[in-house]
């Protein structure tokens, strides 16, 4: 069965105290690995897609690299505003859609 | 680009009635994705809509049911409401490379 587990659950940083996010994944066949922020009660807000192992990307304090097996989030030097909650979701080759399988998210709180 | 728009953005209903959800994919999307996303986990595939037919369906009952329109834009019925469908309605407009979701419409059964 298709599985996504992220950890920690939360993760408290004070502010410039870098960390990493985990995502761990178990997929027949990924096609892609997506990593969204999600501040309270509003909608996920894309992050990053990562394809294949080895492969990383960058936005201004994130950076996401991806194995065969998880993916990192890296946060370098936060701020508070980069408190919310972190989502990983796979998608997975060969089904009939392009449906995301998420994990519960990381709570990440910076404080000042 | 207005990005994906849902309606309305909260509502409240007693158990057992009806209620209809809608959302306006991004522009240039043709695949229209619903999530229902309880508080505190991750959001939860309900169905997926492409070329107006459902494509494939998560794990929830008939209750939910859905449609697309020819403009690429979704509905979201759900039907005999419970308490446990109070949750965070997402709907998701995808090309191949990336999905984008909408705000969400807060859905509270009373």
């Known amino acids: 069965e298709d599985q996504v587990t992220q950890s920690p659950e939360a993760l408290r940083l004070q502010e410039g105290e870098s960390s990493s996010l985990n995502c761990s994944y178990t997929?027949?066949?990924?096609?892609?690995l997506f990593w969204y922020r999600q501040d309270p009660g509003k909608g996920p807000e894309f992050l990053f897609t990562l394809y294949s192992a080895g492969e990383e990307k960058e936005k201004e304090r994130l950076k996401a690299t991806l194995t065969k097996k998880e993916s990192f989030l890296h946060i370098t030097a936060p701020k508070p505003e980069d408190s919310a909650t972190y989502l990983c979701?796979?998608?997975?080759?060969?089904?009939?859609?392009?449906?995301?399988?998420f994990g519960t998210g990381t709570l990440l709180a910076v404080q000042p | 680009d207005a990005g994906v728009t849902q309606s309305p953005t909260h509502l409240i209903k007693t158990r057992g009635q009806q209620v209809t959800l809608r959302c306006s994919p991004k522009s240039g999307h043709d695949t229209v994705s619903w999530y229902q996303q309880a508080l505190g986990q991750g959001p939860q595939f309900i169905f997926q809509y492409y070329e107006e037919e459902e494509r494939q369906r998560g794990n929830f009952p008939d209750r939910f049911s859905g449609h697309q329109f020819p403009n690429y834009s979704s509905e979201l019925n759900v039907n005999a409401l419970l308490l446990g469908d109070s949750a965070l309605y997402l709907c998701?407009?995808?090309?191949?490379?990336?999905?984008?979701f909408g705000q969400g419409t807060r859905l509270t059964v009373v």
């Open positions: 998701a407009s995808s090309s191949n490379t990336e999905a984008f």
């Open positions: 997929v027949s066949g990924l096609r892609g």
């Open positions: 979701a796979v998608q997975e080759y060969g089904g009939a859609t392009n449906k995301l399988i």
